[in-house]
């Protein structure tokens, strides 16, 4: 299972930076705080915004996992691109699924040496990108080998769209009146936009379910379509997310690590000024999963105002990293600048078998005395080497971190991971006193686009940003 180390938390390891151990005894007020969230949010689990808790187990489960998996046998067989179009919550953690669980090179195989099709997820508007993407499918068996997964709750989402409205235009006029078959929405399963069209038009659905915010969905199927489709254990995924769930019912804040993991991000970011939290994996496969941490910890944590209406500015700016590439680009800030970062490392114990001579030890024989300690040993043992010099590097500046450690990169313990880190969110939401579950800053810039693109009703917003950004005539 996955375990954290958080002695470079303390004050023992980073003086005054740290926590005082003391603040996290069993009787002590950061505990029974703990313990108090622990039994509120076993209260509320299963209800509003908190049905995420839900989707691991029990008939949440059965509902989505069944009718995904007959979906790809269905499907698997005769496509060679999957083409997801989402953004935010409906595309970061498909991506991030991919990255950690197939190998880098998936894209690049021939279709007899992946277990799926090549994946492709369509998270920005950007028209070169859509334009390459699109003309990739077209020589790569066509079209008709290319099923398009949009996701997106209402349908209304400006950026997916245009791509959905673009894509249903071409396949129509490729394939004709069967280019349904090519469609698989995931969406409301009674109201908004998309289950309209998705009524009208005959599409295949999945749902979206009710109370499952886009941050929190990549354990629904908004996350598990995608990953079924490409060979990925979805069982096995939601087997370690039911694992860290259980683990996170604990009321002692030693045995819980949700809640020990919030308690020293939020202490050290409100009361010791590190407002700034650096996820820095030390394995290429975990790299895209700090983009999908970045969302859940910024959006759900970054508030203007508390649960009583008061101003607050909560929030902390989560950062990503690569070990060891960013000890060549970052680590110098995180040592010598401000000190107002907590580095949290992801390590892996296990990279898998040394099969291949590349993973295997570093060869002998060069004859240059300077590389001759490198002989002998593995890129493994190099890399951890690596991650441990930075770790007491930075306790040397007094530099709070932790470590997030992986028996190896596999369906559960990413399952496990991804659940920790929700329910860290959950309790640090409590601890701040703030809505974890909207984003109302993110509205107003969706209905200042509506109002830009001229849609009806948004009138207001177009004539607010053309007089707000009129005067802007500083160009160099």
């Not at 470079?8 to 002590?28: A, E, F, Q």
């Not at 705080?33 to 008939?59: D, I, V």
């Not at 998309?194 to 038009?201: F, L, P, S």
Request: hydrophobic share 40%; glycine share 10%; net charge negative.
């Amino acid at each position: 299972m996955l375990t954290i180390d958080y002695a470079n938390c303390l004050s023992i390891r980073v003086g005054s930076h740290g926590l005082d151990p003391d603040r996290l005894d069993p009787k002590g007020e950061l505990a029974t705080g703990a313990a108090a969230m622990t039994r509120k949010l076993a209260q509320t689990r299963g209800t509003g915004w908190e049905r995420w808790r839900e989707l691991a187990h029990g008939s949440m489960r059965a509902d989505h996992v069944q009718p995904i998996k007959s979906l790809v046998e269905q499907l698997r067989p005769r496509i060679s691109n999957l083409v997801v179009l989402g953004i935010g919550g409906s595309a970061l953690g498909n991506i991030a699924l991919q990255f950690a669980l197939n190998a880098p090179t998936w894209n690049l195989c021939p279709d007899n040496q992946r277990n799926g099709p090549r994946l492709f997820v369509l998270d920005n508007v950007d028209p070169a990108n859509v334009a390459a993407v699109l003309d990739f499918c077209k020589s790569t068996g066509g079209l008709e080998r290319t099923v398009f997964n949009v996701v997106s709750k209402s349908g209304e989402t400006a950026e997916t769209a245009s791509q959905f409205m673009i894509i249903r235009d071409l396949l129509k006029r490729e394939l004709g009146a069967n280019y349904a078959k090519n469609i698989v929405a995931i969406t409301d399963p009674e109201k908004g936009t998309m289950r309209q069209i998705c009524d009208a038009e005959g599409f295949v659905t999945l749902p979206v379910p009710e109370g499952v915010g886009g941050r929190f969905s990549v354990l629904s199927p908004v996350g598990l379509f995608s990953a079924a489709m490409c060979g990925i254990d979805i069982e096995a995924l939601l087997d370690g997310a039911h694992a860290m769930d259980q683990r996170c019912a604990s009321e002692e804040l030693a045995k819980n690590p949700a809640a020990m993991l919030a308690t020293l991000l939020v202490e050290l970011g409100t009361r010791k000024g590190k407002p700034n939290h650096v996820m820095m994996p030390y394995a290429n496969a975990l790299y895209l999963m700090a983009d999908w941490y970045r969302q859940l910890w910024a959006e759900s944590l970054g508030k203007e105002k508390d649960l009583t209406g008061d101003e607050v500015f909560a929030g902390f700016t989560p950062i990503k990293a690569l070990g060891t590439t960013d000890q060549h680009s970052q680590v110098q800030l995180y040592r010598e600048g401000p000190n107002d970062k907590v580095i949290g490392f992801l390590e892996v114990d296990s990279f898998g078998p040394p099969e291949k001579p590349v993973t295997g030890p570093i060869p002998t024989g060069l004859g240059v005395a300077n590389l001759e300690y490198l002989e002998g040993s593995t890129l493994r043992e190099l890399l951890i080497a690596e991650k441990r010099a930075t770790e007491y590097a930075l306790n040397e500046s007094q530099r709070p971190n932790y470590t997030i450690r992986f028996p190896k990169i596999d369906e559960h313990h990413i399952g496990e991971f991804i659940m920790l880190w929700q329910i860290a969110t959950a309790y640090a939401g409590l601890m701040l006193n703030i809505d974890a579950y909207d984003q109302p800053a993110v509205e107003l810039g969706k209905r200042a686009t509506f109002g830009l693109m001229g849609r009806k009703g948004y009138e207001e917003f177009k004539r607010k940003v053309d007089e707000g950004l009129s005067e802007t005539n500083y160009v160099v």
